[in-house]
């Protein structure tokens, strides 16, 4: 028979031989078919240095009974022995599986030994195995067709986390329906309260009023906020793209309105001109200008949108009629 030798790092002494043992692996009254079985030996008082050669069942595996797995080696401390540091106790076992009913003589286990110049063979005595199948009443028996996969009712503890998602689910998407809903609301109430141009355009220059921006280092905030409010104005009353012309581009584009007359025509042009060189070429307008600026800006506003209403008045008052 084929020996395995193996080296074992904590091994010892000469013990008698005895019985192999027989262990199921799944543990009942008897052993069915197909059942795994640990298949082994076991030596105690093992010490350090001995050489153990194990036999070779790999040959004698076949249909009926099959060598699940080869050998295993399992060491532990022999506790409370006074050398127990280099005593060890050792066991080796296989995995079976019968694969027809029957009983099985296992053939006795020889393990060579060998410490030193000491040789010898240890048999263990194979043990009989009676392999059972589960009993049929051939008197009673009767076959049937395969049966498909039995489906169970299902519970309220099954669906209730389903449910509670989908509903969960549901809420979510309402509330987010809803919040788009009111943010449409709101820039659509936002629209319909948005102030006339002539009114954003009054308040944006009340706070310029006073001379709390005419130091000659807060003039170019002064004057381009002045400026600015006229432009935003001027794109809403006029229809023409001020915020992005320059000034010359910005009054050929009103020249000729009749609203604007050409005393203001002048004055409005003066008071951008006077702006662009504070802005743009560091100038200091004295003191005069900074007080004329608000005004004519004011001044210019009114008059044009007074003029815009008496225009939308007639034309009402037409319709009537």
Known sequence: ?????????????????????????????????????????RLDSVRTGTFVGLPDFTAASNDTLTLVRGWQL???????????????????????????????ILPDIHILRKKGASVDTLIFKGLELEVKTIPIDTATFRPHDLKGQIRYPLTFGEVAPWVAGALALAALLALGIWYARRQALRRGGASARKDPAYIVALRE?????????????????FYSGITDALKVYMEERFGVDAPEMTTAELFAAIKGEKDITPEMYQSLKDLF?????????????DEKENAAAVPLAVRFVVDTHESEAAEEQAQTTGEAQ
Request: glycine share 6%; net charge neutral.
């Open 1 to 41: 028979m084929k020996m395995l030798m193996l080296l074992l790092s904590a091994l010892l002494g000469l013990v008698p031989a005895g019985e192999a043992f027989l262990r199921p692996l799944q543990p009942r009254d008897s052993v069915l078919v197909a059942d795994q079985l640990s298949y082994g030996f």
């Open 74 to 104: 399992d060491t532990t401390w022999l506790k409370g022995h006074k050398k127990a540091r280099d005593l060890f106790s050792l066991e080796g076992s296989i995995v079976l599986a019968p694969f027809e009913e029957g009983t099985y």
């Open 205 to 221: 220059l009340e706070k310029y009023r006073g001379d709390k921006y005419w130091a000659p280092e807060k003039q170019k905030t």
């Open 273 to 285: 001109e006077t702006a662009d060189f504070v802005k743009f070429a560091k100038h200091a307008a």
